[in-house]
């Protein structure tokens, strides 16, 4: 795989980043018209590249261009991309059974997703999983799972917030646009209470619970909750990370009301952070947990990981879905395990964190407008503040995202006012990747 990147630019070696052509070059501009055609309008395109092949870091476009990836496909290309060992999973799985539906013929590859979830998900108790295809429907089946165990109905989410896509899942979202404008009505009895953004509001841990229970126990009243929904570090919000103390103060209320609490870790999830799930550095143990984006190695699937007891509150028939843990995608996530331990990459994600974030505070200490350092292990941020009023920046990290695009480095915004820029790189990424992209950010703040 590296060899055929290489072939490509001889140069990728010592810089991963090359652009040939300009951006978006030739055969990009040509897909981007046939796109136009026949691709609904609701995808949006963020960058307008299109890709032919990728390898750890790197991504190589249709015109020959290899830009830095900084965004592993939203957090998904955790071991990287193209990873050898997911790729031979693959391959062997998908020349010995495709498909059968597990409720159909069951196989193998299933019950040992859900073995390695038991063990690597936080708690240490009898855990059951349900795999499914993707994020929002791992949480839709958190939430039908917490209904049918608690017998209510009320969901709780905190502001800020993202889980997907679906009716309920946009019902969810903080955001209403894009996620929900237009297509109503969309689920009810879902309600959301204010978060933990130490940066923004400046309250302990403790005090921001407070804010966060008063709020759901006066508007819904403690025992109509079924579940509560929490990233423990917010994803599309802006890699909120919540002060010390405040997931541990929604643990504890909800086990004292029996409200089933679900932590949505489809992006923090699986070594993203420098631990198998986020929510373990803040030493909470959820009821459910949810991952997705991580676990495949870039094969879509997605599971709710939980108590026995919990998990096992639908009938039988209640949960599933045709396609929901295909054996190829489940021979990724085992091999993703294995790549986990064999090449320690918890350590690796560390190691981003360990590179990047003093690297970024550097510039911080430079920039005015660089106003917040965030994060954990390989999921890391910055947000930008305009310095004289004190507002959310958006044209900021818009500019550097497209400067960076055309020096060859692909980052995503992210947060509720499109000010933040995260990272989420595969955890391979080297160190001189690290610095070279880092180095890239600097020299579009000094040209602002
Ligand atoms: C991406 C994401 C989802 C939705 O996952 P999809 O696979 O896109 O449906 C849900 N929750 C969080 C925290 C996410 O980041």
Redesign the pocket.
């Known amino acids: 795989m590296t060899d055929t990147l290489s072939a490509v630019s001889p140069s990728a070696a010592s810089t991963s980043r090359n652009v040939v052509t300009e951006i978006p070059g030739p055969r990009s501009q040509e897909l981007h018209e046939r796109r136009m055609k026949t691709v609904s309008a609701g995808v949006s395109a963020t960058f307008p590249i299109y890709a032919d092949h990728a390898h750890d870091a790197t991504i190589v476009d249709v015109d020959g261009n290899h830009f830095l990836d900084l965004t592993g496909g939203?957090?998904v290309m955790t071991v990287g991309h193209t990873n050898d060992a997911v790729v031979a999973a693959v391959s062997e799985q998908v020349a010995k059974i495709t498909h059968t539906l597990f409720a159909v013929a069951g196989y193998e590859p299933y019950i040992r997703v859900c073995e390695l979830l038991a063990q690597h998900t936080p708690g240490d108790f009898a855990k059951k999983s349900v795999l499914v295809n993707?994020?929002?429907?791992a949480?839709e089946n958190a939430v039908k799972i917490a209904r049918k165990f608690t017998g209510r109905s009320e969901v709780a989410v905190l502001h800020h917030g993202?889980?997907?896509?679906t009716n309920l899942?946009s019902a969810m979202n903080y955001n209403m646009h894009p996620y929900g404008t237009g297509f109503g009505p969309l689920a009810g009895s879902v309600h959301h209470a204010a978060n933990s953004s130490p940066f923004h509001d400046g309250l302990s841990g403790k005090e921001a619970a407070e804010r966060t229970i008063t709020y759901l126990e006066k508007r819904v009243g403690a025992g109509q909750i079924a579940c509560l929904v929490v990233?423990p570090i917010q994803?599309?919000g802006g890699f909120i990370v919540p002060a010390e103390g405040y997931l541990p103060a929604l643990v504890e209320w909800c086990h004292a009301n029996g409200i089933v609490y679900v932590s949505?870790e489809?992006?923090?999830g699986m070594t993203r952070t420098g631990a198998y799930f986020a929510s373990e550095h803040f030493g909470i143990i959820p009821d459910l947990v949810?991952s997705?984006?991580g676990i495949g190695g870039g094969m879509p699937i997605?599971a709710v990981t939980g108590r026995a007891d919990i998990m096992d509150a639908s009938h039988p028939g209640g949960l599933g879905g045709t396609f929901g843990g295909n054996p190829v995608s489940c021979a990724a996530v085992i091999s993703v395990f294995d790549e986990v331990e064999k090449r320690d990459l918890l350590g690796h994600a560390r190691r981003v964190e360990s590179t990047m974030k003093p690297a970024l505070e550097a510039l911080q200490a430079k920039h005015p407008a660089l106003a917040d350092v965030r994060g954990m292990g390989a999921m890391l941020a910055i947000e930008f503040m305009d310095p004289h009023t004190q507002k959310p920046a958006p044209e900021i990290a818009k500019a550097v995202q497209t400067h960076a695009l055309h020096a060859g480095v692909l980052i995503l915004t992210a947060g509720t006012f499109g000010n933040v820029l995260r990272f989420l790189p595969p955890v391979i990424i080297t160190d001189e990747e690290i610095l070279d992209a880092v180095s890239v950010i600097d020299d579009a703040l000094s040209a602002l």
């Open positions: 939203i957090g993707s994020g929002a429907e949480v993202y889980h997907g896509r899942t990233e994803g599309e949505d489809v992006q923090s949810i997705a984006k997605a």
